[in-house]
């Protein structure tokens, strides 16, 4: 029937959430909260396309199970302060598969929102095509997957909320194929379902917890805090603005260092603040892009969007460690998304520079540097930038707007670290802080040097 779903069209688990449960979830299920859309009407030949046998009876079964006609039901939903297209889907029919009349409904959804200009809500619960309309069934992920790149193209955001299980063709367009996606706890999530995986799969694999530490999902939400979550993330990803985010003040050192080695000093200090004492300071509240959707993650990039004076700023920040290339990944996901929904960047330097192990250039550091400085060089949207501590060659150009870059004084930036510069000009090592001093790393050397456009007050100054 599908690639996971249960035989008899029912959910096969208990306590999963129904599609009605699930809008409620998100909606609070008060009167007047959801407007189902009128479903468009399509004439079906007698089993379907492939004139299937058993396949009426089969739908009309699953009809009384579910109270439901399809597997999907879209409408127009409140959630929090903003309106948005949700869609919901029932897995205890036919196994939430994907038929001609989901697509229709789904199209339909899809365009309702760009007339509308509203976002697009996905609550995700399916295993994939139907088997009974064949490839027919297949066809739809490719109507699916124009109508979300016309949204994307409209500038409207997507958020999905996968539920348990999803899987095949529906994971790879409405689930991961969304701006942000998050997950309720336990889920069941991969494009291969039960029923198809290799024999000796590891199961945790295929686990929303799992999808989480590999970067493809942004967050694991629990069933009671979904509204919540879902309320603010649409307050996030709708907040446009044009204003460019003002740089943080300092939080570190007020005075300018005396020499290169200094700012050096300073800015490997294990007492300066860091990424994430900047960001709470500077954010009234936020939420977290995860991961670079190629399997990896870097704790040592934050990102995500997060609200200043009453408006939404997008950040990437480096937290003083070697950026890994998923750091890279990230940041340029984000940045671009952020583009496409009108929203202010903000980006947080501080590293020594870019991860350059074995294992970073197998995982294709030039790359994803190079994505890095692409996104930056193309973005639309005012980006500003703060060095807060290490700027590290490459590796922190990568994340530093032209023309619009700020220094902290307990920071500097140079071509290379001044031990790896004292190598490179073959100097012995008594010489580095020399060459600290010649590299004229100073916050107030980079200002000159027309570098930054300014070294930011501190807080405590």
């Not at 903003?82 to 994907?98: M, N």
């Not at 989901?102 to 994939?128: F, K, M, N, Q």
């Not at 870097?298 to 939404?312: I, Y």
């Not at 290490?390 to 023309?403: K, Q, Y």
């Amino acid at each position: 029937m599908t690639d996971s779903g249960a035989a008899d069209g029912t959910s096969g688990r208990a306590g999963r959430l129904t599609a009605r449960q699930a809008i409620a979830a998100v909606t609070g299920g008060a009167p007047g909260t959801f407007t189902e859309l009128p479903a468009p009407r399509r004439e079906s030949a007698p089993g379907g396309p492939l004139g299937w046998k058993g396949y009426d009876e089969q739908r009309a079964r699953a009809a009384e199970l579910t109270g439901e006609d399809e597997s999907v039901v879209c409408g127009l939903a409140r959630i929090g302060g903003g309106q948005a297209v949700l869609i919901s889907f029932e897995f205890g029919f036919l196994g939430g598969s994907l038929g001609e009349a989901t697509g229709d409904r789904l199209e339909a959804a899809y365009t309702h929102a760009r007339e509308a200009r509203l976002p697009v809500v996905s609550l995700i619960a399916t295993g994939g095509s139907r088997m009974q309309e064949g490839i027919r069934a297949l066809l739809q992920l490719q109507r699916v997957a124009r109508q979300s790149a016309l949204n994307r193209s409209a500038g409207l955001p997507q958020l999905a909320v996968v539920r348990d299980p999803t899987a095949g063709g529906g994971w790879a367009t409405l689930g991961a194929g969304a701006d942000v996606v998050l997950a309720l706890p336990g889920a069941q999530i991969g494009f291969a379902g039960s029923r198809v995986r290799p024999a000796d799969a590891d199961p945790y694999a295929y686990t929303a917890e799992a999808q989480l530490a590999a970067g493809h999902i942004d967050g694991i939400v629990a069933e009671g805090d979904l509204r919540a979550a879902v309320a603010r993330w649409l307050t996030l990803l709708t907040g446009a603005s044009t204003e460019p985010a003002p740089p943080p003040v300092g939080l570190g050192h007020t005075g300018l260092p005396g020499s290169g080695w200094d700012a050096v000093g300073q800015a490997r200090s294990p007492l300066r603040p860091r990424a994430a004492a900047y960001l709470n300071a500077y954010f009234s509240g936020s939420e977290p892009v995860n991961g670079d959707r190629c399997g990896g993650t870097d704790p040592g990039m934050l990102c995500g969007f997060g609200r200043r004076d009453g408006r939404t700023v997008a950040y990437a920040a480096q937290c003083g460690t070697p950026t890994l290339p998923a750091g890279y990944r990230t940041a340029a996901r984000l940045i671009r998304l952020a583009d496409r929904l009108s929203i202010p960047v903000l980006t947080l330097v501080d590293t020594p520079g870019a991860a350059n192990d074995a294992e970073a250039e197998r995982t294709g550091a030039g790359a994803a540097i190079a994505d890095c400085f692409a996104a930056m060089a193309t973005v639309r949207v005012p980006v500003t930038t703060l060095l807060i501590g290490e700027g590290g060659s490459g590796g922190a150009l990568a994340l530093s707007a032209p023309g619009n870059t700020w220094a902290t004084p307990d920071s500097y930036f140079s071509v290379i670290a001044p031990e790896a510069a004292a190598s490179i000009l073959k100097r012995p090592p008594e010489e580095i802080r020399a060459t600290a001093d010649q590299l004229r790393l100073r916050p107030q050397d980079l200002l000159e040097l027309g570098a930054v456009r300014g070294v930011v007050p501190s807080l405590f100054s």
